[in-house]
């Protein structure tokens, strides 16, 4: 995505006027809404089709729940990141998305300055979440990574992907809990830099999103070192 191109973003919600008013909030801070959705599998559909940078997801949602929503999405390419915007602040439902492959948990009693910054970071890959969650998600990070990981990036077999220094010290820190902003400022580089690292991992390990990112990364201890 070209950076002075505006974010497209598909707004996702059972109610038609709060639909409207995070689309129309959006649409003026700057943003592009490409479509909005109703219901679950509508959304599903239309994102498939509009290919949105951010998708804005309610998880109460008819026909088809949210997480599914989430689910069918994130695994799709090219895959949107997910802001889900919820009611909900239980935590039950908060990790749920996480695993699911949200990028972002924001509450619906934030600020419309709130949501339009959670819908930049998402866009920018940073995970977004209402203060007081950021915790709980990386305690949900660190249990998952203690059970058993599917697929190729699940143990060091020979002929592993060799990752640089530099993109492993960039591990290191998103295992850590920091954004990709604190990581570039640590590391005194931009960025879009960072943002260019983790992709470039995500791609050598053959991983989809950051849950299995910092999965990946605490499995082999790097939030410690």
């Avoid at 059972?14 to 490409?34: I, K, N, Q, T, Y």
């Avoid at 998305?97 to 959670?118: F, H, M, N, Q």
């Avoid at 849950?211 to 990946?216: A, C, I, K, Q, S």
Wanted: charged share 25%; hydrophobic share 40%.
């Amino acid at each position: 995505m070209n950076e002075r191109a505006p974010i497209r973003v598909m707004v996702v919600d059972d109610h038609p006027m709060w639909r409207d008013a995070v689309a129309r909030d959006l649409a003026e801070s700057g943003c592009e809404v490409v479509a909005t959705a109703g219901d679950g599998e509508q959304a599903v559909r239309r994102a498939k089709v509009v290919s949105p940078d951010v998708l804005v997801l309610d998880l109460n949602l008819p026909v088809l729940p949210g997480v599914r929503v989430c689910q069918e999405l994130v695994a799709h390419q090219p895959a949107p990141r997910v802001l889900v915007l919820s009611a909900s602040g239980e935590h039950a439902d908060v990790l749920e998305a996480v695993k699911s492959g949200a990028t972002g948990y924001l509450l619906k009693s934030a600020s419309t300055e709130e949501l339009i910054d959670a819908v930049r970071r998402t866009a920018a890959g940073d995970p977004v979440f209402t203060p007081g969650l950021a915790g709980l998600v990386l305690g949900e990070y660190r249990r998952l990574a203690s059970e058993p990981a599917p697929g190729p990036a699940g143990g060091d077999e020979p002929g592993a992907p060799r990752l640089t220094d530099r993109e492993t010290e960039v591990l290191r820190l998103v295992a850590k809990g920091l954004s990709y902003k604190q990581i570039a400022e640590r590391l005194v580089i931009s960025h879009r830099t960072v943002q260019n690292h983790v992709q470039n991992t995500l791609g050598k390990l053959q991983l989809h999103n950051r849950v299995e990112l910092v999965r990946y990364a605490i499995e082999r201890g790097l939030d410690e070192v």
